[in-house]
């Protein structure tokens, strides 16, 4: 699976932005897919997660920090995952990276496949 995520900039504080990750190569739609953040000297973490369950739905997941603002959703059809964020905030700042695996939903060890990453820049 080759990711490509896009969508990331500079933002003033109670903005938007929607980044968006394309998926090549292999069937998209039973994987995991996460987006995850990671600010200047701290460790990578997830913002947002997507598993897949047998029953061709999905469980959603969200780290408190963005809950109510940040919204993630996946399109089958066109290989592609997003994350809305809304009402942004200075912490948000990180470069943001797609990921996609089998393992675990809520830290970079479960995903194989992983995107260039994004930075997002959030002004005060």
């Known amino acids: 699976v080759q990711l490509q995520a896009s969508g990331g900039g500079l933002v003033q504080a109670g903005g938007s932005l929607r980044l968006s990750c394309a998926a090549s190569g292999r069937p998209f739609s039973t994987y995991n897919m996460g987006w995850f953040r990671q600010a200047p000297g701290k460790e990578r973490e997830v913002v947002a997660a997507?598993?897949?369950?047998?029953?061709?739905?999905?469980?959603?997941y969200y780290t408190d920090s963005v809950k109510g603002r940040f919204t993630i959703s996946r399109d089958n059809t066109k290989n592609t995952m997003y994350l809305q964020m809304n009402s942004l905030k200075p912490e948000d700042t990180a470069v943001y990276y797609c990921a996609a695996g089998l393992g675990s939903l809520y830290y970079p060890s479960g995903y194989d496949y992983w995107g260039q990453g994004t930075k997002i820049t959030v002004s005060s």
């Open positions: 997507l598993k897949w369950s047998a029953s061709n739905t999905y469980y959603t």
